[in-house]
């Protein structure tokens, strides 16, 4: 490991410390990539600065198509607020539906009686789903028992058919029975 040294930017505090062994270029690349992406007070809405705020964002572009027992199919717009930088949708976007749908999927099978506790959600991002586009989003349950329920998302662009994102959402029923 190399000396470090502080060299204060402008996304960076007098505290900031940037290895030696860095080049100059990519750390004006991570500087870069936080003052682009930077969500200050005067950037962002306060109405969004709350609790299961992000669901606002997506509830809007969400719309059910298909309802059975263990399956969920929606329609995703993908509208600006739910867009980054690079003009395809964002990540945490992605995220929030597919908990969401995995949510909903849970629930056709799982009764109200049982609380459910996320206990993991796996994501994998194969492609982009471009700003302005229509994707199906697929849900069904993989697995449901006592304890807990294994839910599947499949997101693909609606005019192709293409896969973009997959995801995997482990829910545990709660009270766990006792043993």
Request: glycine residues 8%.
């Amino acid at each position: 490991m190399g000396e470090e040294s502080s060299k204060p930017k402008s996304s960076y505090t007098k505290d900031t410390i940037i290895s030696k062994e860095l080049s100059e270029e990519a750390a004006t690349l991570v500087d870069s990539l936080f003052t682009r992406v930077r969500l200050d007070g005067a950037n962002f809405l306060t109405q969004y600065d709350a609790k299961d705020s992000f669901s606002e964002l997506t509830r809007g572009c969400l719309k059910v198509h298909t309802i059975h027992p263990g399956k969920v199919s929606c329609v995703l717009s993908v509208k600006p607020s739910l867009s980054n930088l690079y003009n395809s949708m964002h990540g945490g976007a992605v995220g929030a539906v597919a908990e969401k749908v995995s949510i909903a999927c849970a629930r056709t099978l799982v009764g109200k009686d049982k609380e459910l506790f996320l206990g993991e959600l796996g994501m994998s991002y194969i492609s982009a789903a471009p700003s302005n586009a229509e994707v199906r989003v697929d849900g069904s349950v993989i697995r449901s028992g006592r304890n807990l329920t294994v839910v599947a998302v499949e997101f693909r662009l609606k005019d192709s058919g293409k896969l973009v994102y997959t995801s995997n959402a482990t829910f545990y029923h709660m009270p766990v029975a006792s043993l």
